[in-house]
Nanobody
Framework: QVQLVESGGGLVQAGGSLRLSCAAS????????MGWFRQAPGKEREFVST????????YYADSVKGRFTISRDNAKNTVYLQMNSLKPEDTAVYFC?????????????????WGQGTQVTVSS
């Protein structure tokens, strides 16, 4: 079992930055691929980014590529999402997720553990 707790969300103006953190506890974190997803009101949960177990492979949704950066610190059991040049359309609840496997995917159905989410609101 893995427990995930997100933090770092908040209200920011367009063009601003936020860094989300996801602290993991429970089973070995370093063997899990991690992902970030988001869900806006009335919309389905969508893929944002994923990182493999070592941090050597990352993928991003086209909508955030070049603006967001995912990283992880296995010594601290934490994964991060640095979000720059934020836009109003980035407003959503952001969820951290963990897979039982080392490689990440873009589908939320492939993830086994989820955090409670953190709200990100970008004002225009």
């Amino acid at each position: 079992q893995v427990q995930l707790v997100e933090s770092g969300g908040g209200l920011v103006q367009a063009g601003g930055s936020l860094r989300l953190s996801c602290a993991a506890s429970g089973r070995t974190f370093s063997s899990n691929a991690m992902g970030w997803f988001r869900q806006a009101p009335g919309k389905e949960r969508e893929f944002v980014s994923t990182i493999n177990w070592s941090g050597g492979t990352t993928y991003y949704a086209d909508s955030v590529k070049g603006r967001f950066t995912i990283s992880r610190d296995n010594a601290k059991n934490t994964v991060y999402l640095q979000m720059n040049s934020l836009k109003p359309e980035d407003t959503a609840v952001y969820f951290c997720a963990a897979r039982k496997y080392m490689l990440g995917t873009r589908s939320p159905y492939d993830y086994d553990y989820w955090g409670q989410g953190t709200q990100v609101t970008v004002s225009s």
